[in-house]
T-cell receptor, first 114, second 112 residues
């Protein structure tokens, strides 16, 4: 079974530029999550989708971050414009459904904002 | 509000020695508790989880954890560490499997 795929793996941009990350969850997984992991910290949930609907985006900085999952499968996370403090690893995870189902994590995208 | 504290930022143990990683949580009800491992350049992998029942939980790779409600702790243990166990370990707490709060992590170094 293929795992969660993310691209790109690494990205370096200048502040005020925009960037987009892509995630393809495990086939058949209805729930998709985006996390931000700043160096030295644990992952922080940014947004959770159930199929193509948003379940929780309470910690997403909506003035600059956006995410979509239009067809209920793959998802994109965008930052526009980026700030220095956005430097982090962005992790995507998926689970079969909400509730007691395990989350499976992708390898992450390491973003450096200069 | 739920929160997780991992008191040890970095731990070094010798290969073959026993290991205990500490995790303390703050949560208003009976929590769901998790331990994840993250190897360099890889995503997080679930080691074990506690929802209810037996407070001693067995996980993958020879790890176990014990839920102690009176101490608000969920410490991770392994009787004999292997060099391949070197990684970052995260404890997480939540009301379910979806809304987890992670600790800051403990980095494990294994000496030959």
């Amino acid at each position: 079974e293929a795992g969660v795929a993310q691209s790109p793996r690494y990205k370096i941009i200048e502040k005020r530029q925009s960037v987009a990350f892509w995630c393809n969850p495990i086939s058949g997984h209805a729930t998709l999550y985006w996390y931000q992991q700043i160096l030295g910290q644990g992952p922080k949930l940014l947004i959770q989708f159930q199929n193509n609907g948003v379940v929780d985006d309470s910690q997403l900085p909506k003035d600059r971050f956006s995410a979509e999952r239009l067809k209920g499968v793959d998802s994109t996370l965008k930052i526009q414009p980026a700030k220095l403090e956005d430097s982090a690893v962005y992790l995507c995870a998926s689970s079969l459904a909400q509730g007691r189902y395990e989350q499976y994590f992708g390898p992450g995208t390491r973003l450096t904002v200069t | 509000a739920q929160s997780v504290t991992q008191p040890d930022i970095h731990i070094t143990v010798s290969e073959g020695a026993s290991l205990e990683l500490r995790c303390n949580y703050s949560y208003g009800a009976t929590p769901y508790l998790f331990w994840y491992v993250q190897s360099p350049g890889q995503g997080l992998q679930l080691l074990l989880k506690y929802f209810s029942g037996d407070t001693l939980v067995q996980g993958i790779k020879g790890f176990e954890a014990e839920f102690k409600r009176s101490q608000s702790s969920f410490n991770l243990r392994k009787p004999s560490v292997h060099w391949s166990d070197a990684a970052e370990y995260f404890c997480a707490v939540g009301p379910n499997n979806n809304d987890m709060r992670f600790g800051a992590g403990t980095r494990l170094t294994v000496k030959p």
